[in-house]
Nanobody, 124 residues
Framework: QVQLVESGGGLVQAGGSLRLACADSGRTSSSYTMGWFRQAPGKEREFVAVISWSGGSTRYADSVKGRFTISRDNAKNTVYLQMNSLKPEDTAVYYC?????????????????WGQGTQVTVSA
């Protein structure tokens, strides 16, 4: 069964960087589309980035383009989110998600599996 576990969150100053990782500790999810979402207090969970099963296609929210990079290592069943030039508005709980149908989707409803989330806090 797919089990996603995020790591790498923490507290960082504006302009700093963090690298998040999401590992499938259950059965392989290497063929799945993997996405990152985030949810700030009082706000809806929103799309951040997604990567195809091959790693050849990516999609980003406008708010993170040029600053965040999603990548994956299928051999390790792990997806990463490199976050640079962090801003206070990036503060949120970040979740990884998997779509078994391999779609490059932004909608939350497209994803069947979710991690528990990791907190990212960016101070001004």
């Amino acid at each position: 069964q797919v089990q996603l576990v995020e790591s790498g969150g923490g507290l960082v100053q504006a302009g700093g960087s963090l690298r998040l990782a999401c590992a499938d500790s259950g059965r392989t999810s290497s063929s799945y589309t993997m996405g990152w979402f985030r949810q700030a207090p009082g706000k809806e969970r929103e799309f951040v980035a997604v990567i195809s099963w091959s790693g050849g296609s990516t999609r980003y929210a406008d708010s993170v383009k040029g600053r965040f990079t999603i990548s994956r290592d299928n051999a390790k069943n792990t997806v990463y989110l490199q976050m640079n030039s962090l801003k206070p508005e990036d503060t949120a709980v970040y979740y990884c998600a998997a779509d078994a149908f391999g779609r490059l989707a932004q909608a939350k409803s497209s994803y069947s599996y979710w991690g528990q989330g990791t907190q990212v806090t960016v101070s001004a």
